[in-house]
DNA sequence: CAGTATCCCGTGCGATACTG
DNA sequence: CAGTATCGCACGGGATACTG
């Protein structure tokens, strides 16, 4: 199974290049680290995930669902409970994604660090 | 001594959220990915990075500078020649976003299925 | 509770032209 | 070669109000 690399990020015109771009948009990171653990309901993951608003979770949510990496169960009750649940596709995102959200959390004290340092010789006043 | 978790993406104040936005922007996972194996210059990157313009790739390439993720040597030669290289810090970034990188090409495929089939039954006319 | 509908905006990004 | 300057816009994303 050699597969000859039929997908290419570096290519524009590769549509890996938009699934990279999606796995990487604002609230899908943080709403896969949010499910990993296992399902939950919108009101969990909205309440879990700080400063997201309905509509744009919505839009995360369904593009997700829409990729294949999301399940999507809607209760008929009253009111209304949906679940969300990462498909087998959307774990395998989980590891990956982890490790760049742990990246940014880990390192985000040096980030900070050389950032301020930078701004004081480049920035400097005078 | 509780240093335990001072960063939490999940927190909209937490400056790791910033960081990691930082990482998953547009251009970053590529140019990282480009410079894994070794230095390069500026041509080479924007040569390599498929549809990148020299302003973005600019951009892209500064604001990884301050944050200590690429050092950037500019030799004063005409014409001039300016290598880009990722930093120690730089470097523990090739392993979580080589991760991502290489899950959107191997899973493009069943991405593109999915999208196919989600649009097929909910996008279906009639 | 779990959304939708509507309006609105910042900014990331692109095209083009120019320069040391 | 490696940028910078300028202009402009699509679009991701947010605030608010409403609904089954």
Known sequence: MDAVR???VLDPACPSRSV???????????VVGVLAPG??????????VGGVTAKVLTQ???????DGLVDRRALPTMPPRV????TPLGRTLVGPLDALRSWAE???????G????????DGAPG
Chains 1, 2 share one sequence.
């Open 6 to 8: 039929p997908f290419d």
């Open 20 to 30: 990279l771009r999606h796995l990487t948009d604002r609230w899908t990171p943080l």
């Open 39 to 48: 399902p939950a309901r919108f009101g969990e993951i909205r309440d879990q």
């Open 60 to 66: 995360t949510l369904r593009s997700m669902e829409r």
């Open 83 to 86: 679940d969300y649940e990462l």
């Open 106 to 112: 880990r390192h985000a004290g040096e980030v900070l």
């Open 114 to 121: 050389a950032r301020a340092s930078y701004d004081a010789q």
